[in-house]
T-cell receptor, first 113, second 112 residues
């Protein structure tokens, strides 16, 4: 079953602008992860934020986590054409939920040159 | 270090047939997970193997099965294929605990 829901489903911006994607989930989690998928390829792990963390940075990526609202956001700053891809949030459920990571349906990001 | 390798890359089968997909994890990774990706349902967890034992299983019918060998390589099998089994099947490996998943490029299965 899908737990994470990304918003928006699709986003088109100009190169150089910032892109923000949001993810909401339903249950308690150990951590939340963001992945990128280029068309027809496998997923690439971007960043992991633990349930006791509120913000994390990695290069041009900034992730926030609000466990009280069960939501996360991924910010990509100074976007590049190579950032065009689908972005997925995935939750690792706590409390014994062991059905692998639960992925959302993704945000398709298009960077216009 | 070589990444996760999945074979074959593309596969076309007919309804009722069976198929076996293969996955070689990153060297040293003992956990292998399988996911099905479709436009309608997104990414759905199939199963996870660790040290040759199935550790978790998603909500898929018994036609979907898998196994893991002593060298951590894994195979998944789908019997009596249905049109709805057409999907990108992704394999991922991980080192330990809650480490991030490392995905292969998937096998694109088309059932006609």
């Amino acid at each position: 079953s899908q737990q994470g829901e990304e918003d928006p489903q699709a986003l088109s911006i100009q190169e150089g602008e910032n892109a923000t994607m949001n993810c909401s989930y339903k249950t308690s989690i150990n951590n939340l992860q963001w992945y990128r998928q280029n068309s027809g390829r496998g997923l690439v792990h971007l960043i992991l934020i633990r349930s006791n963390e509120r913000e994390k940075h990695s290069g041009r990526l900034r992730v926030t986590l609000d466990t009280s609202k069960k939501s996360s956001s991924l910010l990509i700053t100074a976007s590049r054409a190579a950032d065009t891809a689908s972005y997925f949030c995935a939750t690792d459920e706590s409390g014994g939920g062991a059905d692998g990571l639960t992925f959302g349906k993704g945000t398709h990001l298009i960077i216009q040159p | 270090k070589a990444g996760v390798t999945q074979t074959p890359r593309y596969l076309i089968k007919t309804r009722g047939q069976q198929v076996t997909l293969s996955c070689s994890p990153i060297s040293g990774h003992r956990s292998v997970s399988w996911y099905q990706q479709t436009p309608g349902q997104g990414l759905q967890f199939l199963f996870e193997y660790f040290s040759e034992t199935q550790r978790n299983k998603g909500n898929f019918p018994g036609r979907f099965s898998g196994r893991q060998f002593s060298n951590s390589r894994s195979e998944m099998n789908v019997s009596t294929l249905e049109l709805g089994d057409s999907a990108l099947y992704l394999c991922a490996s991980t080192g330990a605990g809650n480490s991030p998943l490392h995905f292969g490029n998937g096998t694109r299965l088309t059932v006609t």
